[in-house]
């Protein structure tokens, strides 16, 4: 096997388009001062973040189900690095979701899209959660840098073609 299957590849795609637009909704919530465009966009970011976690736990079965193919390194310590860097994405993004959803379930904020009023919204900074969202939302940003630059690196250094493993695309 020399790619990851193609549902597995489609869903590794989705899910970084889908953690792009929420980081960048919940950068708008965190810079928004409009009440009525916040309470808007709440939804959306849920919606995103249940997504994500949804498509991490079918891409995670279906690897498994599928297989992957064999490491691209002849060195079993950076085999290691690479495995452990795709478990910690993994928990990451699960991470990043579940605190999510318990700054959710903590702050109120669903009491103010309930009653639709924007004056209920909460004062996130006294949100324990919160903070536990933002600090995996930080972990999340360090190992997609560090997988994009160790992709890069076999890319444009090695010149090995890993990242048509990840590709949609079929090839020979």
Known sequence: MKQYSKRTAIMHWLIFLLVIAAFYFGHQLDESKDGAQK?????????????????????????????????????????????????????????????????????????????NDPSLIPDFATVGAKGYHELFIGILLLLVAFHVVATLYHQLVVKDNLLRRIMIKRFD
């Open 39 to 115: 309470l808007s966009m709440y939804p959306l970011h849920f919606l995103i973040g249940d997504l994500i976690l949804l498509l991490v736990l079918v891409r995670i079965y279906f690897r498994k189900k599928d297989g992957e193919p064999a490491p691209a390194n002849a060195n079993p310590l950076l085999n290691k690095l690479a495995a452990a860097t795709h478990g910690l994405l993994n928990i990451a993004l699960i991470a990043v979701v579940v605190s999510g959803m318990a700054t959710a379930a903590t702050s109120g904020v669903i009491d103010a899209l309930k009653a």
